[in-house]
């Protein structure tokens, strides 16, 4: 069970503590020296834990809700453990939250919502089940960078490098 958390401009300890240490981009100390503003947070916040299970932070820049605004990627990050349904919440919440602030501000008649997600090597599952249930919602996929890697293998790499 679930309890969904939103704040706007939030300070350092309003942050819930997230289930694990989590990718720097979405920890409060990045983002609150990131230059946009207003800082919009939302958790879903485990009600037995008190711990957040699922996160987003976006701002607005230019008529658009972004997030992140100055990192390498922002967007929704979450538990294996969290079901479907929790995380279409929170992406709904986050949809209609950015509504309300563009709608807000009509000076722009170019605007919406861009999410950048992390690289599907950091957390392969939650990428691919994020990316479906973003699709589901009605976002698309406008540019997709694909990244190499090596697995690091200490045993084997003495071997090579010995």
């Known amino acids: 069970m679930y309890s969904l958390l939103s704040i706007e401009n939030p300070l350092p300890e309003q942050f819930p503590a997230f289930?694990?240490?989590?990718?720097?981009?979405l920890q409060a100390r990045h983002l609150?020296?990131?230059?946009?503003?207003?800082?919009?947070?939302?958790?879903?916040?485990n009600v037995e834990t008190?711990?957040?299970?699922?996160?987003?932070?976006?701002f607005v820049r230019d008529g658009w809700v972004v997030s992140p605004c100055a990192a390498s990627f922002g967007s929704v990050e979450?538990?294996?453990?969290?079901?479907?349904?929790?995380?279409?919440q929170l992406i709904d919440s986050v949809v209609m939250s950015s509504k309300k602030l563009l709608d807000a501000?009509?000076?722009?008649?170019?605007?919406?919502?861009?999410?950048?997600?992390?690289?599907?090597?950091?957390?392969?599952?939650?990428?691919?089940?994020l990316r479906t249930l973003l699709l589901n919602a009605g976002f698309t996929v406008c540019y997709e960078e694909l990244n190499q890697h090596i697995l690091?293998?200490?045993r084997l790499m003495r071997q090579f490098w010995l």
């Open 105 to 129: 501000d009509k000076k722009l008649p170019d605007s919406g919502i861009r999410l950048v997600n992390y690289p599907d090597f950091y957390l392969p599952n939650q990428a691919q089940r």
């Open 78 to 88: 979450f538990s294996e453990k969290v079901p479907d349904a929790a995380i279409r």
């Open 32 to 45: 609150l020296h990131q230059p946009c503003r207003p800082l919009h947070y939302l958790a879903l916040v």
């Open 19 to 25: 289930y694990r240490d989590g990718f720097l981009f």
């Open 152 to 154: 690091s293998l200490p």
């Open 50 to 58: 008190g711990l957040a299970d699922a996160h987003c932070a976006f």
